[in-house]
């Protein structure tokens, strides 16, 4: 608890703040559990919706040659949806761009658009729903077997939002559930020219791990 009661003392990242107007980050997670719940009513299958969130990050016009009509109708309305709606949470994207040297123009991570944000936000939400149980099942085992080599085993990532995203893809294409809390603010010392503190939602990991 901070001095005021709160669980939680706002803080602002280099680009992005789960925090945003408010103290508290729950709200967050309530908005990007709204906004979930919205696209799965356009598209009910939870991978495939997650296989079109790489494609929305990409120029429409391209993708559009090789999407159907329908995905590409969805992926427009994911990404104007979730600009509106998430764009609170990422207003320091655009100057932080502004500012990058030269030298990091290049580094995928810390040139990530605001557009890409709010897709990794969406991604980020649909994996730990997709991947959850099966990290259970696969914790379960790591636990039972602790001591024994096995090829059953779970990831859960504590990371700001591109690298948890990034992070979450190269599990699942190893073939290991993995679930993930974004850091309320990124703070770290890749993004700016030292560490800060930040923090994470307790919440939120406990009601990954139940």
């Not at 040659?65 to 949470?89: H, M, N």
Request: hydrophobic share 40%; charged share 25%.
């Amino acid at each position: 608890m901070t001095q005021n009661g709160k669980l939680y003392t706002p803080v602002q990242g280099k680009t992005y703040s789960l925090f945003a107007d408010s103290d508290d980050p729950l709200l967050y997670f309530a908005e990007i559990r709204r906004l979930a719940d919205m696209f799965l009513k356009l598209c009910p299958d939870k991978q495939k919706l997650l296989d079109l969130i790489p494609k929305a990050g990409k120029n429409l016009f391209w993708e559009g040659l090789k999407t159907g009509g329908a995905d590409r109708k969805t992926l427009r309305f994911i990404r104007e949806t979730l600009r509106q709606s998430l764009s609170i949470y990422t207003q320091n994207v655009s100057q932080h761009l502004k500012s990058l040297p030269v030298a990091k123009s290049f580094d995928a991570t810390l040139t990530t658009t605001e557009d890409k944000y709010h897709l990794y936000m969406l991604e980020i939400e649909l994996v730990n729903r997709i991947h959850k149980e099966g990290f259970k099942r696969e914790q379960e085992t790591l636990f039972r077997r602790l001591k024994q080599e096995h090829p059953s085993i779970g990831a859960l990532g504590i990371a700001c939002i591109p690298e948890l995203a990034a992070g979450m893809r190269l599990c699942i294409r190893a073939g290991i559930p993995p679930v993930g809390i974004q850091l309320n603010a990124n703070r770290c010392a890749r993004w700016m020219s030292q560490a800060h503190e930040t923090s994470f939602s307790l919440e939120q990991l406990e009601e990954l791990l139940m």
